[in-house]
């Protein structure tokens, strides 16, 4: 059964950090691409990182550049998000994703709350 488990959301402070997990499993997780997406309240949902498959390259929305870094270790089929200086914009739900395109497969978790206010 795949399933890709997101964990660390909570409420934050603006300037303050916190640190997202998204563990996978049921796949073998060092072929996928991996991506997290946010979404905020009415609003779409929302490129954040992507990390190859290798952990070679990254990419990241221009907004985040800066303040967060996306990871990975294979040997624990596990995604991280480090997030810095929060901004209450940035509160969402922050979703993983795992996808293959060799194979077209997309997997999805099922979010983790991010709120940043004070």
């Known amino acids: 059964q795949v399933q890709l488990v997101e964990s660390g959301g909570g409420l934050v402070q603006p300037g303050g950090s916190l640190r997202l997990s998204c563990t996978a499993s049921g796949f073998t997780f060092r072929l996928y691409t991996m991506s997290w997406y946010r979404q905020a309240p009415g609003k779409e949902r929302e490129l954040v990182a992507v990390?190859?498959?290798?952990?070679?390259?990254?990419v990241y929305e221009d907004s985040m550049k800066g303040r967060f870094t996306i990871s990975r270790d294979n040997d624990k089929s596990t995604v991280y998000l480090q997030m810095n200086s929060l901004k209450p914009e940035d509160t969402a739900v922050y979703y993983c994703?795992?996808?293959?395109?060799?194979?077209?497969?997309?997997?999805w978790g099922q979010g983790t709350q991010v709120t940043v206010s004070s």
């Open positions: 994703k795992a996808d293959r395109s060799a194979t077209g497969r997309i997997y």
């Open positions: 990390i190859s498959r290798d952990d070679v390259s990254t």
